[in-house]
């Protein structure tokens, strides 16, 4: 997988527009890298947009979004890549006032069985392996196409 994505690489592997990109960057929602003018974003910024798409879908204000962000850096220190592992499912359930990362479907219930009001709950894992995947299979389709086009460019000249 690659180290660094451009932005038309993110806006493939996303579906985040290249204005949203650059007013995300603005407001420093995601910080990528700056190589010159060109913005070059590492795979824990490709899944943490990831899941702000999914939690934008949901209704979530960017301030919301921002919260949610903050709740997950400061309760594990580390990026998404390495909370939600392949194998895991880690789900952020919210009632509107408190955020819970679960990854038992028993405290789930729990949860949902204990609350006052209705609960939104998103799989994080979800969005982060579709775009684990897709990035996977874009290295992959390119690797292949690459040398091709590499041998046909020496042939011609």
């Keep these: 997988m690659p180290d660094r994505f451009s932005?038309?690489?993110?806006?493939?592997?996303?579906?985040?527009?290249?204005?949203?990109?650059?007013?995300?960057?603005?407001?420093?929602?995601?910080k990528p890298e700056?190589?010159?003018?060109?913005?070059?974003?590492?795979?824990?910024n490709v899944m943490a947009m990831a899941v702000i798409c999914e939690l934008r879908r949901k209704g979530f204000?960017?301030?919301?979004?921002?919260?949610?962000?903050?709740?997950?850096?400061?309760?594990?220190?580390?990026?998404?890549?390495?909370?939600?592992?392949?194998?895991?499912?880690?789900?952020?359930?919210?009632?509107?006032k408190h955020l819970y990362l679960e990854?038992?479907?028993?405290q789930i219930v729990d949860i949902l069985k204990n609350s006052n009001q209705p609960i939104l709950g998103i799989c994080l894992s979800d969005a982060v392996r579709q775009v684990r995947a897709e990035a996977v299979a874009r290295k992959a389709s390119t690797s292949v196409i690459a040398p091709i086009q590499h041998r046909r460019a020496r042939k011609a000249s």
Excluded at 15 to 25: E, I, K, P, S
């Design 34 to 44: 700056r190589q010159g003018h060109r913005r070059l974003y590492s795979m824990q």
């Design 61 to 96: 204000s960017l301030q919301g979004v921002r919260k949610v962000m903050r709740f997950l850096d400061r309760e594990f220190g580390k990026g998404l890549a390495e909370i939600v592992g392949r194998n895991s499912d880690v789900h952020l359930l919210t009632d509107g």
């Design 7 to 30: 932005s038309q690489e993110v806006i493939a592997l996303t579906g985040v527009t290249a204005r949203r990109l650059q007013w995300w960057d603005e407001r420093g929602v995601i």
């Design 103 to 106: 990854t038992s479907a028993k």
